[in-house]
């Protein structure tokens, strides 16, 4: 005979199952739902077909150049743009959110600045100007989108370590270098995790920013190029793309995070 606590635990598991197989028919539904009334409204002229297109016309625009190759550079450009200048904000945030950890006067002197280039627009034509209209440039644009709030975030994480456990490593005789390695770190890896899973999405948005205005291929050239030839379709198009790639950004960041908790 089945213990009543095993029961009860077997009952909830299953709910919670049945809960995520709802959500997850839900999301499709929804998905599916506004795309059969999108192309129904455009066939029918609810619509017009010409400025808002149609599901079907996106697919054709896609199917099209996919099958010339021309839409692959575009491609290549913004995720290889959108993965180096992620790279670097989490090289850089979590390498100054310790040096801000280690040298609390630097933290304390610096902290203002952040707070300010954080909160400040960021302004690709500016960047343009002073770099260059190059990849490099678009890359730095993305960077400028999410560092600063990434730093922000990291340090203070840093700071609001277990107190307990840092007066540990202390009464044992370690310095700040076994508080970093032992304690800091190591408790600090969701947080860099839900941190990096922002940022891929604010490096995205910032590649795109740049790219309409100093870039010759990328899905941001793309947008910009369509709308001037009043090719909707591929605005429409580039811009599912790009709802495409941060959602498989994004899962692929959250499978990491998953697999760090297990």
């Given at each position: 005979m089945m213990p009543e606590s095993?029961?009860?635990?077997?009952?909830?598991?299953?709910?919670?199952?049945?809960?995520?197989?709802?959500?997850?028919?839900?999301?499709?539904?929804i998905l599916l739902l506004f795309l059969i009334l999108w192309e129904i409204s455009a066939r029918a002229g609810l619509i017009d077909?010409?400025?808002?297109?149609?599901?079907?016309?996106?697919?054709?625009?896609?199917?099209?150049?996919?099958?010339?190759?021309?839409?692959?550079?575009?491609?290549?450009?913004?995720i290889t743009e959108t993965l180096i200048s992620f790279l670097f904000v989490v090289l850089l945030g979590a390498g100054m959110a310790v040096l801000l950890w280690i040298c609390p006067r630097i933290a304390k002197i610096t902290e203002p600045y952040l707070v300010v280039l954080n909160s400040l627009p960021k302004s690709a034509p500016l960047l343009i100007v002073w770099l260059g209209a190059n990849e490099r440039t678009i890359i730095v644009c993305g960077m400028s989108v999410a560092v600063f709030g990434?730093?922000?975030?990291?340090?203070?994480?840093?700071c609001e370590a277990d107190p307990e456990k840092l007066k540990l490593i202390e009464t044992l005789g370690g310095g700040k270098k076994?508080?970093?390695?032992?304690?800091?770190?190591?408790?600090?890896?969701?947080?860099?995790?839900?941190?990096?899973?922002?940022?891929?999405?604010?490096?995205?948005?910032g590649v795109i920013i740049g790219e309409f205005i100093g870039a010759r291929k990328g899905l941001g050239?793309?947008?910009?190029?369509?709308?001037?030839?009043?090719?909707?379709?591929?605005?429409?198009?580039?811009?599912?793309?790009?709802?495409?790639i941060a959602i498989i950004l994004y899962g692929i960041l959250g499978l990491i995070e998953k697999r760090t908790h297990r």
């Open positions: 095993s029961y009860y635990q077997q009952q909830y598991i299953c709910r919670q199952k049945r809960e995520k197989k709802f959500i997850s028919f839900l999301r499709i539904f077909s010409f400025i808002f297109s149609s599901p079907c016309m996106i697919w054709h625009s896609f199917y099209s150049m996919c099958k010339d190759g021309s839409i692959f550079p575009h491609l290549s450009v913004t990434s730093i922000l975030n990291l340090y203070t994480g840093f076994e508080k970093l390695t032992k304690i800091i770190l190591p408790s600090s890896v969701p947080l860099l995790l839900s941190v990096m899973k922002v940022n891929i999405g604010l490096c995205l948005v050239y793309l947008i910009i190029y369509s709308s001037q030839t009043f090719k909707l379709t591929w605005v429409l198009m580039s811009i599912i793309i790009l709802c495409i």
